[in-house]
C-alpha cells in the first residue's frame, strides 16, 4: 500500500463520520438522495465478496468492513428511521437508478479482467461506482436551488471518489460541512496530484498493470461531475448560493 492510497482512505474515513454524525445531530437527510447511497451500498457489498475469502492484512479487512457497514447504515437511517426519513425528498429522487445496475451488469459480464464469479462482480461495481452519482445529480437539478452543505457533499463525491478506484478500499459518502469554499478549491489540486501520482506509483512498481477497467471508469465517473463542477465554481466566485439549471 502507498501513501497516496492511505491518504485517500483516511480521508474517506473522516468523511463516513461526518456524514453518520451530520445526520444524527440534524436528524434530516434532506437534499441527499436515497439511490444514490442504495447503489453505493450495492457497488462495495459486490466488491468485497472476498472479504470471507481472501485475506490481506488486517488494515484491509477492517476497512472493508467499515465502508460496507457505513453504507448500509446511512440507508437504514434514510429508510427506517422516523424521524430522519420524513425530510427525505421522495418526490425528487425519483431517477430508475434499476436500469443502472443492469446495465452495469450486462457491461460487467461482456467486459470483465477474468471471466469468474468475484471478477465479473468486481467489473461491476466498478461500472457502478462511476454512474452512481445520477440520481443524486437529478436530485438536486430538480430541485435547482443547493444549499452550501448538500453542495460541498456532491463535490466531494467528485473528488474524492476515484483515489482508491480499484484498489479494494475508498468511498466517499459524506460532506465536509466544516470547510470553507477556499479550502474546496485548494484540495481539489492535492486530489488531483494524489490520483495522478497513485497511478503512476502503481504503474511502474507493479509488475503487471491490470486495472485499466478502473482507469477509465474513474474517467467517466469524473465527465458526469463536470457540469456540476462549473455550476459550483461560478456559486463560488460569485458568492452566491448554487443553482443548478432546471
Not at 480521508?11 to 454524525?21: K, R
Not at 460496507?68 to 428511521?81: G, Q, T
Not at 494524489?194 to 486495472?211: H, Q
Amino acid at each position: 500500500m502507498n501513501i497516496f492510497r492511505l491518504a485517500g482512505d483516511m480521508t474517506h474515513l473522516m468523511s463516513i463520520l461526518v456524514l453518520l454524525l451530520k445526520i444524527y445531530a440534524t436528524k434530516s437527510c434532506s437534499g441527499i438522495s436515497l439511490k444514490t447511497q442504495e447503489l453505493y451500498a450495492l457497488v462495495f457489498l459486490t466488491r468485497y465478496l472476498d472479504l470471507f475469502t481472501d485475506f490481506v492484512s488486517v488494515y484491509n479487512t477492517v476497512m472493508k468492513v467499515v465502508f460496507i457497514v457505513s453504507s448500509l447504515a446511512i440507508v437504514w437511517c434514510m429508510r427506517v428511521d422516523r424521524v430522519v426519513r420524513r425530510s427525505y425528498d421522495k418526490e425528487l429522487d425519483t431517477f430508475r437508478h434499476y436500469f443502472l445496475i443492469a446495465a452495469c451488469f450486462a457491461l460487467a459480464l461482456i467486459l470483465n479482467e477474468k471471466f469468474t464469479f468475484q471478477e465479473v462482480f468486481w467489473a461491476f461495481s466498478i461500472y457502478l461506482e462511476a454512474v452512481a452519482i445520477l440520481p443524486q445529480l437529478v436530485l438536486l437539478q430538480r430541485s435547482g436551488n443547493v444549499d452550501n452543505l448538500t453542495g460541498q457533499y456532491v463535490f466531494f463525491l467528485g473528488l474524492f471518489g476515484e483515489l482508491n478506484r480499484g484498489n479494494g478500499i475508498g468511498k466517499p459518502i459524506c460532506l465536509l460541512a466544516a470547510l470553507k469554499i477556499p479550502a474546496l478549491l485548494n484540495d481539489i489540486i492535492a486530489y488531483r496530484s494524489l490520483y495522478i501520482l497513485n497511478w503512476i506509483y502503481r504503474y511502474l512498481t507493479e509488475p503487471r498493470f491490470t486495472r485499466w477497467i478502473a482507469c477509465f471508469s474513474g474517467i467517466i465517473q469524473t465527465a458526469l461531475y463536470a457540469d456540476f463542477f462549473y455550476y459550483y465554481f461560478l456559486s463560488w466566485k460569485n458568492n452566491a448560493k448554487l443553482q443548478l439549471p432546471a
